[in-house]
């Protein structure tokens, strides 16, 4: 099955950790009628055509959950402002629903059709008690309380790992000792993600420090051009897997998220880098300091950019004195083996 997030599909795996009960999933990434895709890609305004794509693959996930002989059904996407047919769809069904929340209540704060999405779905909640939804990470009492679920309705349950990947040194392993470590800034390059004054802040830190290089790793057609005249290593991630390589031959990760998009809501990113044993430095938001401190730490948040150059020496500090130890200590505990049991109890 395709998802919408390769960092989920671990999540696939729960049914050989469940003694009944099984799932069956659904994704948002439906294969669409050719005659259909062209048409709305025709459309010369994007996002009509977008929406309409979006629309069509929520009503046939709620056909696909008709057909499903499975005792409980796990949505791996959803939009709030798709949910019109999809929900009653899947209330037919009579099985336990599970919905994965991603962005669904972040999003909802600065869009008001995706907020009165949000309000549709807390009506079915309250309604109806087979139909759950799972949030990451932490619960959303964190909110003010109109963007809140319902309490009996929600389940927490950890970020998963990757699951295709692991640390590159095993427990106990150390780097060399004149061996330079890598910091690296991986993944799209868009507004909710700047990434100039990260830039600027890790080359003041590597200019005094040689021992120390700076890797930007992003789909090479996002590259924005002022990167040309850097004297940067830029690897090309628009491949899954040198995306991955990329994360696998860093250190650390260095990330900055805007708040408005990321305050309640996890990051594939840092999820693909952890499992893949990089040290985390990222935005200091709820969700993204427990995903980087749950069960074990394995990074550091930052809250202005005037405390990386601190951060950053910290962190090359600890990678050189604890390697990857943690992080295998940390994938224990997001496993489908783990998350099986928080959805079985």
């Avoid at 069904?93 to 962005?103: A, D, N, R, V």
């Avoid at 600065?110 to 008690?129: E, H, P, Q, V």
């Avoid at 990386?308 to 994938?331: C, F, M, P």
Wanted: net charge neutral; charged share 25%.
């Amino acid at each position: 099955m395709q998802l919408f997030h390769e960092g989920l599909k671990d999540l696939l795996n729960i049914n050989n950790y469940l003694k009944e009960d099984d799932f069956g999933f659904l994704s948002i990434e439906v294969p669409l009628p050719e005659i259909f895709k062209n048409i709305t890609t025709a459309i010369p305004v994007y996002a009509i055509g977008l929406n309409l794509r979006r629309e069509y693959r929520h009503i046939a996930m709620g056909i696909k959950a008709l057909n499903l002989k499975t005792d409980n059904i796990l949505v791996f996407e959803a939009y709030n402002q798709h949910l019109l047919l999809l929900l009653p769809l899947l209330i037919l069904t009579g099985k336990k629903i599970f919905i994965m929340l991603h962005g669904n209540q972040q999003f909802a704060m600065s869009s008001k059709i995706k907020y009165w999405g949000l309000l549709y779905l807390k009506l079915y909640l309250n309604i109806f008690k087979n139909l759950k939804v799972l949030l990451l990470e932490i619960d959303d009492d964190i909110l003010e309380p109109k963007f809140q679920l319902p309490e009996k309705s929600k389940i927490v349950v950890p970020h998963p790992l990757r699951n295709d990947v692991t640390p590159r040194l095993k427990p106990g392993e150390r780097l060399k000792e004149n061996q330079k470590l890598k910091i690296g800034i991986v993944g799209m390059i868009r507004a909710d993600k700047p990434i100039n004054k990260l830039i600027e802040k890790a080359q003041e830190y590597i200019n005094s420090n040689p021992q120390v290089e700076l890797i930007i790793g992003t789909p090479i057609a996002q590259k924005p051009e002022y990167l040309d005249e850097s004297k940067i290593n830029i690897a090309d991630t628009t491949k899954e897997e040198d995306y991955l390589q990329t994360l696998q031959t860093i250190d650390i990760l260095l990330i900055h998220y805007d708040q408005e998009r990321y305050y309640y809501r996890t990051s594939g990113v840092i999820s693909d880098a952890a499992s893949c044993g990089c040290y985390i430095v990222a935005s200091d938001y709820p969700v993204i300091k427990h995903q980087i401190n749950y069960p074990v730490k394995i990074g550091s948040t930052f809250e202005n950019f005037d405390e990386l150059q601190t951060i950053l020496e910290a962190a090359v500090s600890y990678v050189k004195n604890h390697g990857q130890d943690n992080h295998w200590l940390w994938r224990e505990k997001r496993t489908a083996k783990h998350i099986a049991h928080l959805l079985s109890s």
